[in-house]
């Protein structure tokens, strides 16, 4: 519960500094005129609303199961998320392109340049501040991992999406500053409309990146393969259980896991004994690994899973490599 916390502090930090970073720019924007600035305003506006959707959609997702969704309600933090991608690309992308295209279309002089800048630099800092933070708690999560590596195996979309939106929105401010730092020194205001478009090309890039990953996590994604190791560890130490033969865990929360196991009983246990098993197995699970919620256990001989996989069923193996059926000779 301590990382889910962690990610809010992410997110309410994020959101204080988009609002006042939004209203400054916006006043910026009026001053000057500035088509860069305005896309900069509409950016910070956008991350603002991304950052109120994603804690409703972790105040969502604490709801507890009920009749209607059994498993409860954890996949709607990924829902939201996917929609903050697609507002980030429709919003974000899509009006700062519009405005650099009718600023090239249509040059205006920019007034005032010298309150872009001030705004700018300002806007640096509280982005800034908000991106420390966001790191700090992605590398936490990330358990030593390389960023890369660490962002494909979060199950955490607040964190990483602040950390991506606070990082294009200070590359958003370097290519404004850059645009209107040209357009002063050229003359041509073109140069203006051209930043602005820049401006959307990042964004789009971004809002893909973090579409693609929570479409994977939208849909069920694995949970970390270590969970998936350790569970079979458990199950070898219960006392009537031969053997796991393969496990299946699906992601539906941060802190919210499915686990699927089929297990091989001994052969001379009884059915009261089996129950008994089956019960040991699930509270010390639970014990050691609390984001399991729920888990099901199916009796399965290993000749069993043998013969689904030769007729080409697949499964997940016990150490959680996806297994599948050999091919047949040609």
């Given amino acids: 519960m301590a990382e889910k916390s962690g990610s809010q502090v992410v997110v309410w930090v994020a959101l204080a500094g988009n609002l006042a970073i939004a209203a400054v720019k916006f006043f910026a924007a009026a001053v000057s005129g500035s088509a860069a600035m305005l896309s900069e305003g509409v950016h910070s506006l956008v991350d603002t609303t991304n950052e109120v959707l994603l804690l409703y959609g972790q105040h969502r997702a604490k709801r507890p199961p009920d009749a209607t969704h059994p498993l409860g309600y954890g996949r709607e933090l990924y829902f939201w998320s996917f929609v903050v991608a697609l507002l980030i690309f429709a919003l974000g992308a899509g009006v700062s392109a519009y405005e650099g295209w009718q600023h090239l279309a249509h ?15 300002v806007s640096a800092v509280f982005e800034g501040i908000s991106w420390i933070v966001g ?17 494909r195996q979060s199950k955490d979309p607040p964190t990483f999406m602040v950390v991506f939106e606070d990082s294009a929105a200070l590359a958003g401010l370097a290519v404004a500053a850059a645009g209107t730092a040209l357009a002063l020194a050229t003359g041509d205001t073109r140069w203006d409309g051209a930043a602005s478009v820049l401006i959307a090309a990042i964004l789009a890039a971004v809002a893909l990146i973090l579409a693609r990953e929570s479409k994977a996590l939208l849909i069920g994604e694995r949970a970390d393969p270590a969970l998936t190791q350790a569970i079979c560890a458990i199950g070898g130490a219960v006392d009537g259980i031969d053997a796991v033969n393969a496990v299946a865990t699906v992601q539906l929360a941060p802190d919210q896991v499915v686990a699927n196991l089929s297990v091989e009983f001994a052969d001379a246990l009884t059915a009261p004994r089996i129950e008994e098993a089956v019960v040991a197995l699930e509270d010390r699970i639970r014990a050691d690994h609390p984001e399991v919620t729920a888990v099901f256990v199916k009796p399965q001989t290993a000749a069993e899973v043998a013969r689904r996989q030769a007729r080409g069923e697949g499964g997940v193996a016990a150490d959680g490599r996806p297994e599948r059926a050999p091919r047949a000779a040609q």
């Fill in 135 to 151: 790191v700090r708690e992605f590398r936490a999560q990330a358990g030593g991992r390389g960023f890369w590596d660490a962002f």
């Fill in 107 to 121: 040059p205006k002089p920019i007034e005032s340049p010298k309150t872009v800048f001030i705004v700018l630099g």
